[in-house]
């Protein structure tokens, strides 16, 4: 809950952080223009042919996905993305979507940049900061899309909002990117056990093991096996750690293949067969239920989009 001493604060920081651009800059003065530089707000989409880095020195970074099953590195560690995600990233921290670790071909999400003395600042007013749920000065995952929320309209409003104030925008900014922190900050507190602290290893080792195999048949039995696993424990890691089921992950991986070899101009059916699906009328009902056209129309797309370059 927002208090009113927190909603004070909010407007007391919006005032001071004026005033002090406004006093040390004759240029603002002159033109009776002021714009803050303490919130940044930005929406990504589109399909990543390389790779993409999010950092921003000296601020906060609290991303949500929107759309796409891609993997996410922070330094030599890597970790499944997907819808309804949010990540939480302390500054000058590096961390990069990678093309050659595609699970999926498009993503579309929108992010947050919270400057550091604006947190340190928050700090004093919001204790849950700094506490072991929800340390915002260690990365962490949520994953928000088994639950009755709405965190995809609260952060396109919040784009939104933001986009259309024009010089306004970041004192907007300010206290609205507070109230969306609380609205975060509550929810990790009430589903504590979806909030994962980036730190495991054993994701790492599973991701690159499926990585390296998911071209084979392999079974929760033969990978639970592999990792000293007993099959239960496995599926729960997948669900609470990548979010996803071994399955899904698999899937997911031959058909960003498939979609790969059908830009390469490769036949549909040797796609099918190259991409680990037994037969072509299973690759095209997966292809179809994932990615909502026909392999046949996405050959299509692909073609269109070469007379265009040319």
Known sequence: MITKDLLNF???????????????????????????????????????????????SGFYEISFCKSGDFLFRIGQKRHFITNGDILVIPPDIPHYFTSSDLVANYYDFITVWLEKSYISNLKSQLPALKESVFNIDTPHLLHTTNKLCNFEEEFETFYREYASYGELSETYA??????????????????SNEFIEIESDQTNQIVRYLDQHFLKEIGVEDLARTFHMSKSSLNKFFQKQLNTTCHQYILKKRLALAVSLIRQDVP????????????????????????????TECQADNEKLKKIKH
Do not use: W
């Not at 009328?281 to 292809?287: D, E, L, T, V």
């Open 10 to 56: 909010i407007q007391h920081e919006r005032f001071i952080n004026e005033k002090k651009l406004y006093e040390q800059s004759p240029e603002m003065q002159l033109s009776g223009k002021c714009q803050l530089r303490h919130v940044k707000c930005t929406h990504h989409k589109g399909y990543l042919m390389e790779d993409l880095s999010m950092i921003k």
């Open 174 to 191: 300010c206290g609205a990117s507070t109230c969306l922190l609380v609205k975060v900050i509550n929810y990790a507190l009430k589903y």
């Open 268 to 295: 549909l059916k040797t796609v099918a067969v190259q991409s680990g699906f037994g037969d072509y009328s299973s690759f095209f009902r997966a292809f179809k239920k994932m990615y909502h056209i026909s392999p």
